[in-house]
């Protein structure tokens, strides 16, 4: 059909900027649910490539479901296939960005109805992986921010302006505080938001580990000091705070996101960066991808 790939501009970002929130530019999907699986490195890796895909391809992230979304990929294939040791106990998102290079993901409804079919899109639990085509979200590539285990404040507004949002590890402690009780049941929101956490920054948890190198840094779980892993996706200067995607649904925090402190909480740990294969044509969106669904485009990047 003659129709050509290109890559979407950008808009001006600048480690320098006093404030910068991928989000506000709707390059950020929706917030997720992990429940109580422990597969948050499943989710923020996926988050991570969503933006990207958002970014590359010049699509604007929906506000709800539905419509469709712009962007779909898979958490439980996340969960499922990127690597059988990583589980609801936990696991590192390399593993997800890892198999969106090599393998590629298909949507959340399209992986779910693919046999076995699951009665829902997440099921809170590692399963099978399912062998599902065609996969229409691939990577180039993806690469940690620094050589160091946690990145210079400069060093990670850099890689948030270069690349997109960037997934990242951070001590959880305390997070509790955020949502309506203690028992994960995101029924309301946190009554005590404004007075505990004044401007919406939370402050509580002990300083980072800033500028400790891979090499020589001793991953014990006496000195990791991190438990979850999140998305994040902008910075606040005025307030010298990280803006932070979680997934822990939207009754957490500030609708699923949370402001942290630079220096705080060991955010930043291990972070990493993916760029999406764009896919994207001179071909309007929604019939693009109507056109793959029905096998009209056959995309250099989806599998064969």
């Known amino acids: 059909m003659g129709a050509s790939v290109h890559h979407a501009p950008r808009p001006a970002c600048s480690p320098t900027q006093p404030k910068f929130d991928w989000n506000a530019l709707k390059k950020v999907s929706l917030v997720q649910d992990q429940g109580n699986c422990g597969s948050c490195w499943a989710f923020a890796a996926v988050a991570a490539y969503e933006s990207s895909y958002l970014i590359e391809n010049g699509l604007t992230a929906s506000d709800s479901l539905p419509p469709p979304p712009s962007v779909d990929a898979s958490d439980q294939e996340g969960l499922d296939c990127s690597l059988a040791t990583d589980n609801c106990n936990g696991g590192w998102h390399d593993s997800v960005l890892d198999y969106f290079v090599n393998s590629g993901e298909t949507t959340r409804p399209k992986y779910a109805a693919a046999p076995p079919p699951e009665s829902k899109q997440y099921t809170g639990a590692k399963l099978q992986c399912k062998s ?4 229409q979200y691939f990577a180039v590539t993806w690469s940690f921010v620094s050589g160091q285990v946690i990145p210079s404040d400069s060093d990670l507004k850099a890689a948030i302006c270069s690349h997109g949002p960037i997934v990242a590890a951070v001590n959880s402690q305390h997070w509790d505080d955020l949502l309506p009780n203690n028992d994960f049941v995101y029924s309301t929101a946190n009554p005590n938001w404004s007075t505990k956490f004044p401007n919406g920054v939370f402050t509580e948890g002990a300083p980072s580990k800033v500028g400790l190198n891979m090499d020589n840094y001793n991953l014990t779980p006496s000195n990791l000091d991190i438990d979850h892993d999140v998305l994040i996706v902008g910075w606040d200067d005025t ?15 500030e609708k699923g996101y949370i402001k942290l402190p630079y220096g705080h909480a060991n955010i930043g740990f291990n972070a990493a960066w993916i760029q999406a294969k764009s896919i994207q ?6 019939l693009f991808s109507t056109l793959q669904d029905i096998n009209l485009i056959k995309s250099p990047y989806m599998a064969k």
Do not use: D, E, H, Q
């Open 132 to 135: 599902v085509s065609p996969r």
């Open 281 to 286: 044509s001179t071909i309007a969106p929604t």
């Open 239 to 253: 307030i010298g705070a990280w803006i932070v995607k979680n997934s822990w649904g939207t009754s957490f925090g």
